[in-house]
């Protein structure tokens, strides 16, 4: 009698550690648990998987066009500069160190007034006449959405005649960048409801054809953890095929989108597709495995 | 092995069970008898924790299952066999893969579990049917199967809640005969049945349930003992 009170007590309070190769076989029970799963789920495994790759397309395509509005814009913005007119009496080498100081400043190229005047000379035909001319500063800026700022704090030196730079376009790219980031997150989100009530659904629909099955597995003594990772494992695999097979047209996407950076000379963004491929994985997984987890939170009474 | 103390179960304004009190013995042969709705199976479902006393104690092997928090049921009902009156057997699986789908899930070697099934299999005289599923068994067969799934890890307690329910005469001989053999092999057998003749036959301890009360409890008895 003791011994039996002694090995119940042991097996239901502690928890028995077991050798690698127990664990192996463990592992390759649950992975065969889940192919069986999927395979009971027959012709609505290859619904679910092409909804999520539809789905998947959408956000990967999105989500590589808005690395390349950034890189164009990038590229754009390093061509913004402001140009500074001074007054005749300023010292271009002072004023342009002080600029240096500003915040978000990258460079400050001086243009001495008589660079100015011999290429305004070969320009147009002008009489001989002393140079109007004042020295000219090109700043250039680390961000375009800065520009404005250093602009503003540039302005209010006393040595500065007068200042331009191309403020509209400047805007543009900067909103452009907003409206294109703004998207992808909200794609992101679109994408996270879809492909979580998609999973859950079937995995509810698993869970409702299983019921019998999983009732005796609970009454037989197996473990929560064994009736469940099957589920969470399948919604996980509809994930990852999912993106698997959205690869084919962000491929297509990803063509066009760098014959449009070859046509305009502009390099594409770097790691551009790896980074794209790397989150459509990573959201078709972690969204198909979390849609698993609601519906076994909800529906699996273990 | 088993002890019962003060346990109450109500559901609602009912009560299921009324301060039972019961102590069995590693290695007892028990049956637990009374009309249908006298609690039999609220008894049995307190054992292997499908139901929680609304007061009382439940010590199985020195723990209080009534306390047992769920990630450890499992545990628990792994060191008990269960038998059920509808059998509960997995219809799209055969004999064997019934019998050993639990102890697949404990990652033990096929070798291992194919000498556990065919001897559990062979105790219950099913070895030449393992291939068979159950819709192709008669009902007795079914419950042999379930009986030798119940064994086959080896528990020291089996729990059989009305396993003749849905038998013949002839096949509740059958299984009441194995069930006898088990315990004969050192292993507690606690069965619920309102089979008198059963009862009447095996001559084991009984635990006379009425109104959730245990009304008698004696040893070598019958299903109407005064």
């Known amino acids: ?302 | 092995m088993i002890q019962l103390r003060s346990i109450t179960k109500k559901y609602k304004n009912n009560y299921a069970l009324r301060n039972v009190n019961l102590d069995i013995l590693s290695g007892e042969f028990v049956f637990v008898v009374g009309a249908s709705g006298a609690g039999k199976s609220t008894l049995m479902k307190l054992l292997y924790k499908e139901e929680t006393p609304s007061s009382g104690t439940v010590m199985i092997g020195g723990i209080n299952i009534a306390n047992l928090p769920s990630d450890k049921v499992p545990n628990l009902r792994r060191c008990m066999g269960i038998v059920f009156q509808d059998y509960k057997l997995l219809q799209n699986q055969s004999v064997y893969d019934n019998v050993a789908y639990v102890i697949r899930t404990l990652g033990i070697s096929t070798k291992e579990i194919n000498a556990r099934v065919l001897g559990a299999l062979k105790v219950v005289g099913l070895s030449d049917k393992i291939k068979a599923k159950p819709t192709e068994l008669s009902g007795g067969e079914q419950q042999r199967v379930s009986i030798a799934r119940a064994i086959v890890n080896g528990p020291p307690l089996l729990i059989a809640d009305e396993p003749t329910g849905n038998l013949d005469p002839k096949n509740s001989m059958e299984v009441m005969q194995i069930l006898d053999q088990i315990n004969q092999r050192g292993i507690t057998v606690i069965v619920s049945t309102h089979d008198s003749a059963m009862v009447d036959y095996f001559r084991k301890r009984v635990i006379t349930l009425e109104n959730g009360e245990v009304v008698r409890d004696i040893q070598a008895g019958t299903y109407e003992q005064q």
């Open chain 1, 1 to 302: 009698m003791s011994s039996n009170k002694q090995t119940i007590k042991k097996q239901v309070k502690k928890h028995i550690p077991k050798d690698w190769l127990t664990e192996l076989r463990i592992v390759y029970r649950i992975t065969m648990e889940t192919l069986n799963d999927i395979k009971r789920t027959g012709i609505v495994n290859i619904i679910i998987i092409t909804t999520i790759a539809a789905i998947l397309t959408i956000f990967g395509g999105l989500f590589r066009t808005a690395l390349s509005v950034n890189s164009f814009a990038h590229e754009l913005g390093n061509v913004l500069e402001i140009s500074v007119y001074l007054k005749q009496n300023a010292d271009a080498q002072t004023v342009a160190n002080r600029i240096k100081k500003i915040e978000h400043v990258q460079k400050v190229r001086i243009i001495p007034k008589e660079n100015s005047w011999q290429d305004l000379k070969r320009e147009i035909d002008i009489p001989d006449i002393e140079n109007p001319l004042p020295d000219t500063l090109h700043v250039k800026v680390d961000k375009p959405q800065n520009i404005n700022s250093v602009f503003n704090n540039i302005k209010v030196l006393s040595v500065v005649s007068d200042m331009s730079y191309a403020q509209e376009l400047a805007k543009k790219i900067q909103i452009l960048n907003n409206v294109v980031n703004t998207s992808t997150v909200l794609v992101v989100i679109i994408v996270a409801i879809l492909t979580i009530t998609i999973i859950n659904n079937t995995i509810q629909l698993v869970i409702q054809s299983r019921k019998d099955e999983i009732e005796i597995m609970r009454l037989m003594g197996v473990s929560n953890w064994y009736i469940k990772i099957p589920l969470i494992m399948q919604g996980a695999l509809y994930g990852f095929l999912g993106a698997a097979f959205a690869l084919i047209p962000l491929n297509v996407v990803q063509n066009m989108l760098n014959n449009v950076h070859r046509f305009f000379m502009i390099p594409g963004p770097i790691f551009a597709g790896n980074m794209v491929v790397i989150a459509m994985f990573f959201l078709g997984i972690s969204f198909g495995a979390g849609g698993s987890f609601l519906s076994i939170k909800k529906h699996l009474q273990v």
